[in-house]
C-alpha cells in the first residue's frame, strides 16, 4: 500500500487500518480524558479548602480607622 502524506503530517488509511486503530484509539482516548478528569478534581479538591481559608482569613481581619 502505498502512503501520501498529507500536509499536516497525516497519513491516509484505508478502513481496515481505520477500525483497528479506531478501536485502539477511543480506549486510549477515554483512558487520557478519564486521567485528565482525574487530575483537574485532585487540583480542586486541593485547591478549594485553601481558597475558603483565604477568603475567611482575608475577611476576618479588622481595620482600625483612627
Same mark, same amino acid.
Given at each position: 500500500?502505498?502512503?501520501?502524506? @498529507?500536509? /499536516?503530517?497525516?497519513?491516509?488509511?484505508? $478502513? #481496515?487500518? @481505520?477500525? /483497528?486503530?479506531?478501536?485502539?484509539?477511543? $480506549? #486510549?482516548?477515554?483512558?487520557?480524558?478519564?486521567?485528565?478528569?482525574?487530575?483537574?478534581?485532585?487540583?480542586?479538591?486541593?485547591?478549594?479548602p485553601k481558597l475558603v481559608k483565604g477568603f475567611?482569613?482575608?475577611y476576618s481581619v479588622t481595620i482600625f480607622n483612627?
Amino acid at each position: 500500500m502505498e502512503e501520501k502524506m @498529507l500536509g /499536516l503530517g497525516l497519513l491516509e488509511m484505508n $478502513s #481496515s487500518e @481505520l477500525l /483497528l486503530r479506531g478501536g485502539a484509539s477511543a $480506549s #486510549s482516548t477515554f483512558e487520557t480524558i478519564a486521567t485528565k478528569v482525574k487530575n483537574v478534581i485532585n487540583f480542586i479538591a486541593d485547591y478549594v479548602p485553601k481558597l475558603v481559608k483565604g477568603f475567611l482569613d482575608g475577611y476576618s481581619v479588622t481595620i482600625f480607622n483612627r
